[in-house]
């Protein structure tokens, strides 16, 4: 009998992250234990096992237990930037988004300390986040600090934001949302605001080259490491039309 040539495609755009299964510590494995109940969203998942699958959208007011401003962080990390606005902003909602589980420990332990609980996680890939976890026009502000540069000119096809991603963000945002972005890769700040610049229903919120340090984004270990390597740290933010 032939082989079959059918390959199964468990998504049709490339992730920009390569997922890692490294151990979590023993903290970071009671914290999933007691504080997941509270934080992490469940996720109706589809192939793959950081999947939404289509028509998964949650209610973000039934999440929160209320209607408030909804941030929401591409990339979160250890969750050093979000922890901190989300103990910082009572009246507004924060949604980390991560792939590393790891990292969702940590953010819900340093949330769980400092009594963040307007703060939720999803262990998913962000595009689809984007596309169908999140109603449209749920989000007031979206934040990508840091996202991996994929420096190496083989690997850069692999970046986040390209071409192909304002429009999943214009969905996600309300009228006159914001995104902003930060990195310390030049090549792919230029690349960021290339894209945004030529992205229709999105204007600059910034004058000049490169917008002001975003106030909210406090200093992690990610840009302490690009200032140490002599690399300059360059922000962006556009906003998208029909509010201001």
């Known amino acids: 009998m032939p082989e079959s040539t059918d390959v199964r495609v468990f998504r049709e755009r490339p992730v920009s992250f390569v997922r890692r299964s490294g151990r979590m510590s023993e903290a970071q494995e009671r914290a999933w234990a007691e504080l997941s109940g509270h934080y992490v969203l469940e996720i109706p998942r589809g192939d793959a096992a950081t999947s939404v699958r289509p028509g998964a959208a949650i209610d973000p007011a039934r999440e929160f237990g209320r209607h408030a401003p909804l941030v929401v962080e591409i990339g979160s990390g250890q969750g ?105 890769w030049e090549d792919y700040a230029r690349q960021m605001r290339t894209v945004f610049d030529g992205a229709e229903g999105f204007t600059r919120d910034f004058a000049g080259e490169w917008a002001e340090r975003h106030p909210g984004r406090v200093l992690t270990a990610f840009e302490r490491k690009g200032e140490r390597a002599g690399r300059a740290i360059r922000d962006l933010a556009y906003r998208t039309a029909g509010g201001s």
């Open 80 to 184: 050093h930037a979000i922890v901190h606005a989300a103990a910082s902003r009572p009246d507004t909602d924060f949604l980390a988004v991560e792939v590393f589980k790891a990292g969702l420990a940590r953010t819900m332990l340093d949330a769980d300390r400092v009594g963040a609980r307007n703060l939720r996680l999803a262990e998913a890939n962000a595009p689809e986040v984007l596309e169908h976890l999140l109603p449209a026009g749920s989000a007031d502000e979206l934040w990508i600090f840091f996202p991996d540069p994929w420096h190496k000119k083989r690997h850069t096809k692999r970046r986040l934001i390209d071409g192909g991603f304002p429009p999943m963000v214009r969905r996600a945002l309300r009228p006159g949302g914001i995104v902003r972005l930060a990195t310390d």
